[in-house]
């Protein structure tokens, strides 16, 4: 099971890096919204299984679809999971740790929250955030997984917004519209 998680994180690295290295055309499609998010909450079901963490999921029934890149959203959507999984591993001073996943629709947008109760971050690691190279995790990580997260949403023409506390933990809220244009 550590060397299939390895492979899937250096396999998603990679993909990462080519995405950012050359901006690949987006694979546009009409996605079914509960559907995509429903897949992914089961995915990453498989990746926290095995982790101390309590991992809920709450999404709203007919969402309706949007346009977009299924492949790149997921990556970026599961970076930002994968995060709070790490950000709730690395935190001792709780006795437990819990990650929230919705997805809902407002008007147009669908939003997707991701909240944790992990370690969470400060000012100066909330003002560098989506930088390339910038890394919370020290040498445990690349610098470019919210960096290239935060490019695919944009590129959906979306927003990624973070709320933040040091040992509270964080919230991101990721919003994409129900159409785009890159």
Do not use: W
């Amino acid at each position: 099971d550590a060397v299939k998680l390895t492979v899937a994180r250096i396999r998603n690295m990679v993909q990462d890096l080519l995405h950012y290295a050359k901006e690949t055309d987006l694979n546009r499609e009409r996605i079914n919204a509960s559907e995509f998010a429903s897949d992914l909450a089961v995915v990453f079901e498989q990746k926290i299984r095995n982790q101390p963490i309590v991992f809920a999921s709450d999404i709203a029934n007919a969402l309706g679809e949007f346009e977009g890149d299924a492949g790149a959203l997921s990556s970026a959507l599961l970076n930002i999971l994968e995060n709070a999984m790490d950000a709730c591993s690395e935190d001792r001073s709780k006795e437990s740790h819990k990650i929230l996943f919705m997805a809902k629709r407002t008007g147009e947008d669908i939003l997707f929250d991701v909240s944790d109760n992990g370690i969470g971050m400060g000012k100066e690691a909330l003002d560098r955030l989506f930088t390339s190279s910038f890394s919370s995790k020290g040498r445990k990580g690349t610098g470019l997984g919210l960096f290239i997260s935060h490019e695919i949403v944009r590129r959906h023409g979306g927003t990624i917004t973070v709320e933040s506390s040091p040992s509270e933990g964080s919230h991101f809220c990721i919003r994409i519209p129900g159409s785009f244009r890159e």
